[in-house]
């Protein structure tokens, strides 16, 4: 199986693998235990913190491990709403992923208002949009790294600038980017930032909510007082022990394992419009992760590409997987105004760590092989193959 669905999931590095498992077995101590095992364990749990937080350049100290992006993302939002007494405004953007615009959505329902601003055609969200969007009660503004579709990046630095003098702050979900590219927070201040392990070489179910010193925050799992206070229950230790070493290699080696994908995705791109098979390629002229390729053919179903792909060995997906089992068209290339017919054709292409130049070569001669095959097999009259 060839695997290019990154943007779902990357594969764990077997170093993240090798020093995660003495946690499970000998280090296995609670972290918050006096003896001599949870000290063991706590330093684990520290050694990552301060990895994980080298990959932002911030202090340790504003790390707060969760069990994932979803819950960082809710973290932040939910934090900061509760934080405000669930009044006031709320401005996002209307591609973000589910795990930030559904707490939204329930903030609205709290009493709060939200604003979701359009992005353009390319997919991205103009920073005076959202400067026109802040009213004189806006709590929070919560965008994107880059989308998890198109991989998109949006102008955070600007539109960070701009909250700044406005004393506003800023959550950005970096799940996409977080590990893949640098993102040094101290340059660039963001008050709250996201980021989820599994992404970019780390295990699933871990994250981390960056969070600046003195920035609103009210705790949303109360109980033991873990994580300073701000997220309670007992730490994933083998799982921040794989993210941190994951954090690391991406921070030693100036993530040079990423850098190397944009060519692969480049060639792949080139050779799929020259065979002329009406590809749209989207957000294609917008500064975008060079791991991520999102494509459309006419007549051709998305699932169904799919799943020939799938049969014929190699791993895609429509749409975003973590919304999987889904079949509506996606809610990103519908805000960026793609007829409801070419999105239906929308596939996802992303690549990762350990994605090698031959296997998108046969991948992309694979892909228009099937997408040739399915354009031929097409109804006219129903426009688009069954
Ligand atoms: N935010 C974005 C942009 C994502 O792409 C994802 C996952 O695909 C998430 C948040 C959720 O992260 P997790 O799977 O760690 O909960």
Same mark, same amino acid.
Request: charge should be negative; charged fraction near 20%; hydrophobic fraction near 45%.
């Given at each position: 199986?060839i695997?290019?669905?990154h943007?779902?999931?990357?594969?764990?590095?077997?170093?993240?693998?090798?020093a995660?498992?003495? &946690?499970? %077995?000998?280090?296995?101590?609670?972290?918050?235990? #006096?003896?001599? @095992?949870?000290? /063991? *364990?706590?330093?684990?749990?520290?050694?990552?913190?301060?990895?994980v937080?080298?990959?932002?350049?911030?202090?340790f100290?504003?790390?707060? &491990?969760t %069990?994932g992006?979803?819950?960082?993302?809710?973290? #932040?939002?939910? @934090?900061?709403? /509760? *934080?405000?007494?669930?009044?006031?405004h709320?401005?996002?953007?209307?591609?973000?992923?589910?795990?930030v615009s559904?707490?939204i959505?329930q903030m609205?329902?709290?009493?709060m208002?939200?604003?979701?601003?359009?992005?353009?055609?390319?997919?991205?969200?103009?920073a005076?949009?959202?400067v026109?969007a802040l009213?004189?009660?806006?709590?929070l503004?919560?965008?994107?790294?880059?989308?998890?579709?198109?991989?998109?990046?949006?102008?955070?630095e600007?539109?960070?600038?701009?909250?700044a003098?406005?004393?506003i702050?800023l959550?950005?979900?970096?799940?996409?980017?977080?590990g893949?590219?640098?993102l040094?927070?101290?340059?660039?201040?963001?008050?709250?930032?996201?980021v989820?392990?599994?992404?970019?070489?780390?295990?699933?179910?871990?994250?981390a909510l960056?969070?600046?010193?003195?920035a609103p925050?009210?705790a949303?799992?109360l109980g033991?007082?873990?994580?300073?206070?701000?997220?309670s229950?007992?730490?994933?230790?083998?799982g921040?022990?794989g993210?941190?070493?994951?954090?690391q290699?991406?921070?030693?080696?100036?993530?040079?394992?990423?850098?190397?994908?944009?060519?692969?995705?480049?060639a792949?791109?080139?050779?799929i419009?020259h065979?002329?098979v009406?590809?749209?390629?989207?957000?294609?002229?917008?500064p975008?992760?060079?791991?991520?390729?999102?494509?459309?053919?006419?007549q051709?179903?998305?699932?169904t590409?799919?799943?020939?792909?799938?049969?014929?060995?190699?791993?895609?997906s429509s749409?975003?997987?973590?919304s999987?089992g889904k079949?509506?068209?996606?809610h990103v290339?519908?805000?960026?105004g793609v007829?409801s017919?070419?999105?239906?054709?929308?596939v996802?292409?992303?690549?990762?760590w350990?994605t090698?130049?031959?296997?998108?070569?046969?991948?992309?001669?694979?892909?228009?092989?099937?997408?040739?095959?399915?354009?031929?097999?097409a109804?006219?009259?129903?426009?688009?193959?069954?």
């Amino acid at each position: 199986m060839i695997y290019l669905d990154h943007n779902a999931t990357s594969k764990l590095r077997p170093e993240a693998l090798a020093a995660m498992l003495p &946690f499970f %077995s000998e280090k296995f101590g609670n972290p918050s235990a #006096a003896h001599s @095992g949870g000290r /063991a *364990a706590k330093e684990g749990l520290e050694r990552a913190r301060r990895a994980v937080a080298k990959l932002f350049n911030v202090h340790f100290s504003r790390v707060i &491990f969760t %069990s994932g992006g979803t819950e960082a993302d809710n973290l #932040a939002i939910q @934090g900061v709403a /509760a *934080a405000n007494d669930y009044q006031g405004h709320i401005v996002t953007t209307a591609i973000e992923h589910p795990a930030v615009s559904e707490p939204i959505k329930q903030m609205v329902k709290q009493g709060m208002r939200a604003t979701f601003v359009e992005p353009d055609a390319h997919g991205v969200v103009n920073a005076e949009a959202i400067v026109t969007a802040l009213q004189p009660d806006t709590k929070l503004v919560s965008i994107m790294a880059a989308n998890n579709e198109t991989g998109a990046l949006q102008p955070i630095e600007e539109i960070g600038a701009q909250l700044a003098e406005r004393n506003i702050p800023l959550h950005v979900d970096a799940v996409q980017m977080a590990g893949k590219a640098p993102l040094d927070l101290e340059r660039l201040p963001i008050a709250y930032v996201s980021v989820s392990a599994h992404k970019f070489g780390g295990p699933q179910g871990v994250g981390a909510l960056i969070v600046e010193k003195n920035a609103p925050l009210r705790a949303q799992l109360l109980g033991g007082g873990q994580e300073r206070r701000r997220r309670s229950g007992t730490e994933n230790l083998p799982g921040i022990v794989g993210f941190g070493v994951a954090a690391q290699m991406a921070s030693d080696n100036d993530y040079a394992a990423y850098t190397r994908l944009e060519a692969m995705r480049d060639a792949m791109e080139q050779r799929i419009r020259h065979a002329q098979v009406g590809a749209a390629i989207f957000s294609a002229d917008a500064p975008r992760m060079g791991n991520t390729s999102a494509l459309a053919f006419p007549q051709v179903n998305g699932e169904t590409l799919v799943i020939k792909l799938d049969l014929a060995g190699f791993a895609i997906s429509s749409g975003s997987a973590c919304s999987s089992g889904k079949t509506e068209p996606s809610h990103v290339l519908r805000a960026m105004g793609v007829a409801s017919e070419l999105a239906q054709g929308f596939v996802r292409v992303s690549l990762g760590w350990d994605t090698q130049p031959d296997q998108v070569e046969r991948f992309t001669e694979a892909l228009i092989d099937q997408v040739k095959q399915l354009q031929s097999m097409a109804d006219p009259a129903l426009g688009v193959a069954v």
